[in-house]
């Protein structure tokens, strides 16, 4: 059973895949990891042993991962917002930061769409 980082790898997956599970590791970061502790990132995560997993959590030390890695993001974030950057201006009003297009999409960043009156037609 691989715990690292308070995160429950899935046991069915390969080592490389398992990895990704946690935040900020993805499938490049997580070969390096596995090359850098001499294990075959093709192994499943049942199968390490208890010293492979060990040397996968120091070598994850030097990663910023987890709750470092989100308190960062959240941290650059509400600088951008302070200091009245175009993109803080974005995340302050919730909406895309990238330069999507905002006319037609965009509905994971808006919400749901906003109700509108329906207007009385003119009588001739």
Do not use: F, W
Not at 21 to 38: E, L, N, R, V
Not at 55 to 66: F, G, K, P, S
Not at 104 to 113: E, F, L, Q, S, V
Request: some cysteine; overall charge positive; charged content about 35%.
């Amino acid at each position: 059973m691989a715990r690292i980082k308070n995160i429950e790898l899935p046991k069915e997956k390969a080592i490389y895949i398992g990895l990704t599970a946690i935040y900020g590791i993805g499938q490049s970061s997580a070969k390096k990891i596995c090359k850098a502790c001499d294990i075959d990132p093709e192994i499943k995560v049942k199968d390490i042993t208890v010293d492979q997993e060990n040397a996968i959590r120091t070598e994850i030390d030097n990663y910023l991962v987890e709750g470092e890695l989100r308190r960062e993001v959240q941290m650059n974030i509400k600088n951008k917002m302070e200091i009245g950057s175009y993109q803080g201006s974005r995340h302050k009003k919730g909406l895309p930061v990238h330069g999507q297009r905002t006319n037609r999409n965009a509905r994971t960043r808006k919400g749901r769409g906003k109700v509108v009156a329906n207007k009385k037609k003119a009588t001739k």
